[in-house]
């Protein structure tokens, strides 16, 4: 069971099936520049012949140590996404937030949760059909700065084309710059950043770094991205784990996106799903925000951590031209697509946390 997130359409009707929060006239139903592999500002292109559209699947958090490396010590590294990979692989460009650094050496620092992923249970992701992950989170520095450039390494060999990163890089700067897709003629920048206070997480001039989540930060990155690209995609890592509503601190960054010139902005941290919201802007479509698209492959120690969906979006030079989400169940630490009863749960809910959105924050 799938509901209409948002269309550009000028009719609705009750047939459309989950109304983007916030559009009033829906119904209820109804890194390294120039590079030859894949990373920040690498232009990758499609060799289909339609041209200037570009489907985009989008999803939360991806953890492949603990109990999902035991299942993929036991399954492999298919394990993770056998049930889903088809709906990834389909996409023009599937994008997740890497929750874990990949590294065959380094140890995790000792903090209450740290992580590490080996290059062998992490070889799943290009077959699973990751074109980009984000790596602007607090779990991305858990095995130090060279552990994220091992991680970086092991992208740009994960697959024949490489899998491109956003919001970390070699420097400082680097952490900072677009990576940039090529699909059928469009060209879609990535840009990532970790609102997360951590100690080893701030920017180094000279050092592997993740790009953090300043106002002014935000606004510049997203605003050099603008100039180079069709479409912006702002990644946030922000929040409260297991909060279901944004805080006034991810609305400020969401609005401040909107205003520099991002087309989406996809949240993660909280671990449970978020409500949207459309940012209306002069010009282009409105900003679709997803606060939090929850995890996606992970080990989840509660309910509703548990339950998450993909974001299935078309893009054009517009900007997000129509979306939708797809339900999912985390099952034994893999996404299951689910429809009837269970899927009418989650999007009943995520609708309920959009309209929400809708009501002035007192």
Known sequence: MIRDLCRRSPTWCAATLLALALMPTLAKYGSEPDRAVAGPDTARTSPRADRDTVRLVAVGDILLDRGVGRKIARHGPDYPFALIADRLRSADIAFGNLECPISASHVPVAKPFSFRA????????????????????????????????????????ASPEGIAWCGAGMSGARAEDAAIVVRRGLRVAFVGFCDIVQDASYLRPDLPSVAQASKAGVLSTIRRARGRADVVVASFHWGIEYEPRPTRRQMAL???????????????????????QRIPRQGRSPTLVAYSLGNFVFDPQRAPADRTAVLDATLDRSGVRDARLIPCRIVACRPLPVAGAKAGETLDRVEALSNELRMPRR
Do not use: E, K
């Open 254 to 276: 969401a609005a401040d996106a909107s205003r520099a010139g991002a087309d989406l902005v996809i949240g993660h941290h909280p671990h449970v799903l978020q409500g949207l």
């Open 118 to 157: 080996t290059p062998a249970a992490a070889s799943g992701l290009g077959r699973a059909g990751f074109d980009i992950v984000s790596l602007a989170n607090n779990h991305t520095l858990d095995c130090t700065r060279a552990g994220l450039a091992d991680t970086m390494a092991f992208l740009r060999s």
